[in-house]
């Protein structure tokens, strides 16, 4: 699967949220504080089109977007990337890099906690 940029992510969150829209309705949903104009939208669903992570359907003169991807796969498949990448493929650095740079809140920890014993029973 090919890698989405971060404008890009944020068309397909719009996406993931709801669909199928129209390069319109996802404009309107685009966070405002990016000041995308509807030019803008379509070029990023072009994008993603080309990187078959979005499906589209004619609907009179117009296409409706959907993604091709679910953003679960797409989270796991990014997660694998970083792991790899920073830290070896392995998850304990991961973890202990987020603790000691207090990025691991108290009920981060209490989950990861959980999440262990479920693992070991």
Request: negative net charge; without cysteine.
């Amino acid at each position: 699967m090919e890698r989405i940029a971060e404008g890009e992510l944020a068309v397909m969150e719009v996406l993931w949220e709801e669909s199928p829209l129209t390069a319109a309705e996802v404009a309107e949903r685009v966070p405002a504080e990016r000041g995308w104009s509807l030019a803008t939208v379509k070029t990023m669903l072009s994008r993603l089109l080309a990187k078959g992570v979005l499906d589209h359907q004619e609907a009179g003169r117009r296409y409706l977007y959907r993604p091709a991807i679910r953003r679960e796969d797409y989270v796991a498949e990014e997660s694998g990337r970083l792991i790899d990448r920073m830290f070896g493929g392995r998850v304990t650095p991961l973890v202990a890099h987020l603790a000691e740079h207090d990025r691991l809140t108290p009920a981060d920890i209490e989950e990861i906690e959980k999440i262990l014993r479920e693992l070991k029973s």
